[in-house]
């Protein structure tokens, strides 16, 4: 039987978090968050969780994230120059410095393809994703792209799981996330979960690199 591994993408293969993409742009332009950061990303991704399975088209998905944008600076305290800045980032949507890769992220991939793995990636996100995965030169190693938006069910559904699983052939699989929703949406079809821990919030896996030790 083909072995595969299913992949998240926000926290897992890439660095959401805001220090990693946002404060290096508002450093370059002098500017400071005026407030914490984790209750303006809360909201910012309640903004997103709630509309981004409407998100098919990139126009639907450029607005949805500029909203995210606006949402999260504005949280910061950023009011004034929030609009200026989410428009900037709308326009270099696909500068690959707005969508860090997580350490060791393509290593991984290299080194799973290597060892005759099938991956797919498993992610709740927009219309954007493929692009952006093209962008970082990434989508060369997967099979398959099961996107929330394109598919229309998002995670903890397994039904994400079970198209990507139906893609790759096989019926087990690793899926490799550091969500609940990953690790529900895995469980629920009886498929390993391993979580990625890059922030240091759950005691899971410190990096991708990792995951190597996990599978043959």
Same mark, same amino acid.
């Given at each position: 039987?083909?072995?595969?591994?299913?992949?998240?993408?926000?926290? +897992?293969?890439?660095?959401?978090?805001?220090?990693?993409?946002?404060?290096?742009?508002?450093?370059?332009?002098?500017?400071?968050? @005026?407030?914490?950061?984790?209750? !303006?990303?809360?909201?910012?991704?309640?903004?997103?969780?709630?509309?981004?399975?409407?998100?098919? +088209?990139?126009? /639907?998905?450029?607005?949805?994230?500029?909203?995210?944008?606006?949402?999260?600076?504005? /949280?910061?305290?950023?009011?004034?120059?929030?609009?200026?800045?989410?428009?900037?980032?709308?326009?270099?949507?696909?500068?690959?410095?707005?969508?860090?890769?997580?350490?060791? @992220?393509?290593?991984?991939?290299?080194?799973?393809? @290597?060892?005759?793995?099938?991956?797919?990636?498993?992610?709740?996100?927009? @219309?954007?994703?493929?692009?952006?995965?093209? +962008?970082?030169?990434?989508?060369?190693?997967?099979?398959?792209?099961?996107?929330?938006?394109?598919?229309?069910?998002?995670?903890?559904?397994?039904?994400?799981?079970?198209?990507?699983?139906? !893609?790759? /052939?096989?019926?087990?699989? +690793?899926?490799?996330?550091?969500?609940?929703?990953?690790?529900?949406?895995?469980?629920?079809?009886?498929?390993?979960?391993?979580?990625?821990?890059?922030?240091?919030?759950?005691? /899971?896996?410190?990096?991708?690199?990792?995951?190597?030790?996990?599978?043959?």
């Amino acid at each position: 039987m083909a072995k595969a591994v299913l992949f998240d993408v926000g926290n +897992t293969l890439l660095l959401a978090h805001p220090r990693h993409w946002l404060f290096p742009l508002l450093e370059e332009r002098g500017l400071k968050p @005026a407030r914490e950061v984790g209750p !303006a990303l809360e909201r910012a991704f309640q903004v997103y969780n709630a509309r981004h399975l409407e998100a098919k +088209t990139l126009e /639907g998905a450029l607005a949805l994230w500029r909203s995210f944008h606006r949402t999260l600076l504005e /949280g910061l305290g950023l009011e004034r120059q929030g609009e200026e800045i989410a428009q900037y980032l709308i326009q270099n949507w696909q500068d690959p410095r707005f969508w860090p890769l997580a350490p060791h @992220a393509r290593e991984v991939l290299e080194a799973l393809k @290597a060892r005759g793995y099938r991956l797919a990636v498993v992610s709740n996100w927009d @219309a954007t994703l493929p692009y952006i995965l093209d +962008t970082l030169g990434l989508s060369p190693f997967f099979d398959h792209l099961a996107v929330s938006a394109l598919s229309g069910v998002a995670k903890p559904d397994p039904r994400l799981f079970q198209e990507a699983l139906q !893609a790759l /052939g096989v019926d087990r699989a +690793t899926h490799v996330g550091d969500s609940e929703e990953d690790r529900l949406g895995a469980e629920a079809l009886g498929l390993s979960f391993l979580r990625v821990d890059h922030l240091g919030l759950y005691g /899971g896996l410190p990096s991708l690199k990792a995951v190597l030790d996990f599978l043959p």
